[in-house]
């Protein structure tokens, strides 16, 4: 069985974390399935997800470890092309990823108990997202 | 239901970015599935897949933030096991990753407007190379 | 079909590759299905899982690639809360990802020749960790 939800959040943009795991949950126990997968993806370009210890030390410190991998500060060939000057944030969601898969089992994601599912939304300027859950079981 | 398929591709490698959306939704439209889940995996360890708004400008950024992240011009141990010269390719692409998983519903990847599947050969040679696309769902 | 089996390790941190394939392999042969995905999702929030040619080099080379983009040595918010320390294993996990998703066809996974799948785990000591493996498939 399959159910495709989605999830719509307001962001700030500019490294924006958004613990997004209580979403997950209550997909998840809507769809009453026992076992399986759900996959989170965002759609668009400039926004990522992943797992993190949601505290506010780490959601400083993955800014930071942005700012180093793909610096805002420095050219992109993408700003000439556009002009909207996010270069920066599409590199970052595309290094990061748009989409991560956790197993569930016996109703429950396979999550540590530190582990939360995070939107991280690199754009700069606040943005409307979608964030597609999808459960996938039996 | 469960549908493999291969595609076969030629690519430039030094960090090439192929656009395989329209080879991915082709095997999705064949498979006659309405809901479930396309994983896109590329076989081999100096190739990845992630999703990018295609354009020049992109394609530029994205090869030289691979440089920033793990620059051709240093030493790599690999390089001395094998002598093939590749090893910040392999880097880059155990990095970004091989696969990626993505929702569809309604016939339809849940993919943004300008967000496009692509695969980065990172090798430092010319290659043949294999994607499977998996579609699974009901 | 969908089977969810742990795998238990014991790891060194520090950046520790440890190569999974084999029990990958085992648990899959051990579900008996022939076309499918299977999921490998490390719980708990300093540790990583991707694909790598599993040999010497490169053990070395993801490890001192790691330590470009998430350094030791520099300040991390995270350590103000906590004091354990390892705020850059969880910046390194978060940028790695916790899961991967293998595609298989007729009993076997599509992974390349040199193409294996690691657990890297981040953490600054030793740890047991828990990977799952999940089975879906027919």
Redesign the interface.
């Known amino acids: 069985?399959?159910i495709?939800e989605n999830i719509s959040l307001k962001t700030n943009g500019e490294c924006d974390v958004v613990n997004i795991t209580h979403h997950v949950e209550t997909e998840l126990a809507k769809s009453n399935l026992k076992?399986?997968?759900v996959?989170v993806?965002v759609?668009?370009?400039t926004a990522g997800v992943?797992?993190?210890?949601y505290?506010?030390?780490?959601v400083?410190?993955?800014k930071e470890?942005f700012e180093?991998?793909?610096p805002k500060g420095i050219s992109?060939?993408?700003?000439?092309?556009?002009g909207d000057g996010n270069?920066y944030s599409?590199?970052r969601?595309?290094?990061?990823?748009?989409?991560?898969?956790?197993?569930f089992?016996n109703f429950k994601m396979?999550?540590?108990m530190?582990?939360q599912i995070v939107l991280i939304d690199f754009d700069n300027r606040p943005r409307n997202r979608e964030v597609?859950v999808?459960v996938?079981?039996?």
Chains 1, 2, 3 share one sequence.
């Open positions: 069985m399959i495709t076992n399986g997968i996959t993806f759609t668009g370009s992943t797992t993190i210890e505290e506010a030390g780490l400083t410190d993955i470890a180093r991998i793909a992109y060939a993408h700003n000439e092309t556009w270069g599409h590199i969601a595309s290094l990061l990823g748009a989409s991560i898969v956790i197993p089992e396979v999550l540590g530190w582990q597609v999808q996938m079981g039996e």
